[in-house]
Nanobody, 119 residues
Framework: QVQLQESGGGLVQAGGSLRLSCVAS????????MGWFRQAPGKERVFVAR????????YYADSVKGRFTISRDNAKNTVFLDMNNLKPEDTAVYFC????????????WGQGTRVTVSS
């Protein structure tokens, strides 16, 4: 059974930065497309970023392009989300997710880490 554990959330002022990490265990990390999603209070969970199995391709929601960077370290079974120039509207619980072959949808989810951006 694959387990995903996020960390790195916290309280930060607008304009600040945070780095989220997600460590995977119990599976074949290098075969997973990894993604980050977020859920703001009272809203649905939405896509933030995705990275291909070898890190060669990345995709971002328009709302975070130019500010967030997704990366991965397959040797450490870890995916990262570097968040810069944070805005109050980035406040949410951030979840990492793993999409296993045949890559139809996210198969595994973490418990989430909370990010709060104060104005």
């Amino acid at each position: 059974q694959v387990q995903l554990q996020e960390s790195g959330g916290g309280l930060v002022q607008a304009g600040g930065s945070l780095r989220l990490s997600c460590v995977a265990s119990g599976g074949t990390f290098r075969s997973y497309v990894m993604g980050w999603f977020r859920q703001a209070p009272g809203k649905e969970r939405v896509f933030v970023a995705r990275i291909s199995v070898n890190g060669g391709a990345t995709y971002y929601a328009d709302s975070v392009k130019g500010r967030f960077t997704i990366s991965r370290d397959n040797a450490k079974n870890t995916v990262f989300l570097d968040m810069n120039n944070l805005k109050p509207e980035d406040t949410a619980v951030y979840f990492c997710a793993a999409d296993a072959p045949p890559y139809r949808s996210e198969d595994y989810w973490g418990q989430g880490t909370r990010v709060t951006v104060s104005s």
